[in-house]
């Protein structure tokens, strides 16, 4: 049977594990293109806003 040190310590390394697979897929190349998008998609929310606004502003 584990003793406690041990049990923390297989703990430790699963944690570190988790966080360098993490890293790895967070900047993998595959993955930039779909975090850029992400990224940029609060600007296309604001434009689409600025656009509705001169729409509004041409009628009135």
Known sequence: ???????????????LALFIIIVVWSYSKKRKSSFDKAANSIFEEDRKEEINKQETNNNV
């Open 1 to 15: 049977m584990m003793d406690y040190g041990t049990l923390r310590g297989l703990i430790a390394l699963l944690i």
